[in-house]
């Protein structure tokens, strides 16, 4: 393991804050660049389809033990956090994870690659040696606080992390998160991950929703690029934006990712489907996050080109949600209770 923790800060210099692990490949930490062909068709002929069950959860301000002066000021000005709570609550995430038995786990508000490493050793020392996660990375922006990790079953390859473009912006820029894009093989298939934590609605919803056009941009321009190439995508994660404040596709269901031109969003882009809507176009209950008595439905997975998702449910068990009511169990740092704010989303997906 000494050897392995070696490998990834070699990695970590190279890939600015960006690693993986058990055999993953990786890409250059990029920015935005320019659209391929759209064409469609290609890459089909691989083999049989696959299925993968991806989960997806905020895990709600995920730190270590350790302080590096970056953790929110809850964090620095409590106590009583420390080794013991943060086994406590790493323990806690792991039951979680074991509960959902996902083949790609996806979290948002991980503080760093070390993290990744104990929630990975804790699943390997205490779990069915079948289902460890052998395979994962990790990315955050430079002196961010938090960043977006991925444990996988099966291998991971090619990493990249997208960053964002703000030079039209005559705003100053908020801190932002890169998308990260890899691919997950499963026999003959690979599968398009795209991971997302869009901008917060801190300051106000309307005052920030241009950076999440931003990022709604970026991710539009990305997708489109795999589905020239023919490729199975399903993006993933914390959006910050409610399903029903998407511009609606033209077909029943789906979902139109804009790009920006000249700094203002238009209404061209990419289709993408979610699993929000059932097969009557009615939302699926409950939703993932809960705020001010409302549900609502910021945790987005969408998918297109050559991934279907056959199966999803906000995962609204017992002990990360109140029961009945189904309210996550947020995680209060004064006494340690808790799981996080949000619940996790499952899929089953084939491509």
Same mark, same amino acid.
């Given at each position: ?18 690693f993986c ?6 890409? *250059? ?15 089909? !002929? ?26 929110? *000021?809850?964090?620095?000005? *409590?106590?009583?956090?420390?080794? !013991? ?5 790493? !323990?806690?995430?792991? &039951? ?11 979290? !948002? ?28 990375? @990790? ?27 703000f030079r039209?912006?005559?705003? =100053? ?8 894009? %890899? +691919? ?8 398009? %991950?795209?991971?997302?934590? #869009? ?8 005052? $920030?929703?241009? #950076? ?37 596709? $033209? =077909? ?25 809507? =059932?097969? /009557?176009?009615s939302l ?10 409302? #549900? +609502?439905?910021?945790? &987005? ?18 002990? #990360? +949600? ?14 340690? /209770?808790? @799981? ?9 997906? +084939?491509?």
């Amino acid at each position: 393991m000494e050897n392995m923790k070696k490998i990834f800060l070699v990695l970590m210099q190279v890939i600015l804050l960006a690693f993986c692990f058990g055999g993953c490949s990786l890409g *250059d930490a990029e920015g935005e660049s320019s659209n391929s062909e759209r064409r469609r068709g290609t890459g089909r !002929e691989l083999g049989s389809r696959q299925k993968l069950r991806v989960a997806n959860w905020n895990v709600q301000t995920f730190f270590d033990s350790t302080t590096s002066g970056l953790e929110y *000021d809850e964090f620095k000005k *409590d106590g009583s956090w420390g080794q !013991e709570a943060y086994t406590v609550r790493l !323990e806690r995430l792991c &039951q979680v994870i074991k509960a959902l038995d996902a083949d790609v786990f996806v979290m !948002e508000e991980i503080e760093n690659e070390g993290v990744m490493m104990d929630i990975s050793n804790f699943l390997a020392g205490e779990w069915d040696k079948k289902k460890v996660y052998a395979y994962g990375c @990790f990315a955050k922006d430079f002196g961010a606080a938090i960043g977006c990790g991925v444990l996988s079953r099966w291998p991971i390859s090619g990493l990249t992390v997208h960053g964002v473009d703000f030079r039209k912006q005559k705003s =100053d820029m908020p801190r932002m998160r890169p998308l990260m894009q %890899l +691919s997950v093989c499963k026999g003959s298939r690979m599968l398009t %991950l795209m991971v997302n934590h #869009w901008k917060s609605m801190s300051g106000g919803e309307n005052a $920030t929703e241009k #950076w999440r056009n931003v990022q709604e941009s970026v991710l539009s321009r990305k997708v489109g690029e795999e589905l020239a190439l023919g490729k199975a995508v399903l993006c993933c994660g914390d959006f910050n934006r409610d399903i029903g404040k998407f511009k609606k596709g $033209t =077909d029943s269901g789906t979902i139109l990712l804009r790009e920006l031109a000249f700094g203002k969003q238009n209404d061209f882009g990419v289709e993408v489907l979610s699993p929000w809507y =059932d097969f /009557s176009q009615s939302l699926v209950e409950p939703g993932s996050y809960y705020f001010n008595g409302e #549900w +609502s439905r910021i945790d &987005q997975f969408f998918y297109a080109g050559d991934a279907e998702v056959e199966y999803f449910e906000a995962a609204a068990s017992e002990p #990360w +949600s109140e029961g009945e009511s189904k309210i996550p169990k947020k995680y209060k740092i004064w006494n340690g /209770s808790g @799981f996080s704010d949000h619940l996790p989303i499952v899929c089953d997906v +084939s491509f």
